[in-house]
């Protein structure tokens, strides 16, 4: 299983609690990670914790571009955590490899076809609406019926526009639209979302359903649910912290 750490070029990240909002913090965090052997580096400029502001086309650009361009450099492999297709355009001209979309091409009705054109590998995520308004969407029959049912329309749009079936990646999308209990009965049926046949991200690094009172024990508990996760067939996990992880999943 992959590890993809996270680099949030946002002010206001719930987790990480925006330490890494400049250039040279987002540069050296993406270096030592790198030194501690991650395979994907997640590199963002909008914030999708539930409630965020939306932040304009230009400022995640000017957050992210410099750092994707530094990065690269270095031979790290990268995406763009985007729903822009222009953001996620220029990405890919400064070095990026993979664009992860947390709105599973529903938030910009020109992302499915620039990722078929960049023909790089494409994750759709499992989303029901912005951040603003996805706490008031999460209703659910089955959540697992309902959220492997529209990860399936996604797929097909993405096919459809021309995404080949070898660049598609697919996430459950932990934390979006879901209730603690939503979340627990995705990540119980792990098994489900990875039949659908595609490669499986999960983010779950640090949300709030793992519980706790405390970072530390928010990410104790994600390094668990690596461990858990890592028998299941996912094909990597998005995680805040790089070393812990890599270290229990070679133990
Ligand atoms: N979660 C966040 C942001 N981007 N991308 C994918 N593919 N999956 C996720 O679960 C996901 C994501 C929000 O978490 P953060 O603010 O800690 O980065």
Known sequence: MLVMGILNVTPDSFADGGRHN?????????????????DIIDIGGESTRPGAERVSEAEEIARTIPVITELSKHGATISIDTMRASTAEAAVKAGASIINDVSGGLAD???????????????????????????????????????????NERIEAALDAGIHRDKLIIDPGIGFAKEAEHNWA????????????????????RKRFLGGDSPDEREQATIELT??????????????????????LSS
Do not use: C
């Open 227 to 248: 461990k858990r996760l890592s028998t299941t067939g996912v094909w990597a996990v998005r995680v805040h912290s790089v070393k812990p992880h890599k270290e229990v």
């Open 109 to 151: 009705v020109a992302m499915l076809q620039t990722a078929a054109r960049l023909q790089v590998p494409y994750i759709a995520m499992h989303w029901r609406g912005h951040s603003k308004e996805m706490n008031s969407k999460a209703t659910y029959g089955d959540v697992v019926i309902d959220v492997i049912s529209e990860l």
């Open 22 to 38: 400049d250039f040279e913090a987002a540069v050296a965090r993406g270096l030592e990670m790198i030194a501690e052997g991650v």
């Open 186 to 205: 995705i990540i119980d049926s792990i098994d489900r979302i990875v039949a659908i046949g595609y490669p499986v991200l999960v983010g779950a690094s």
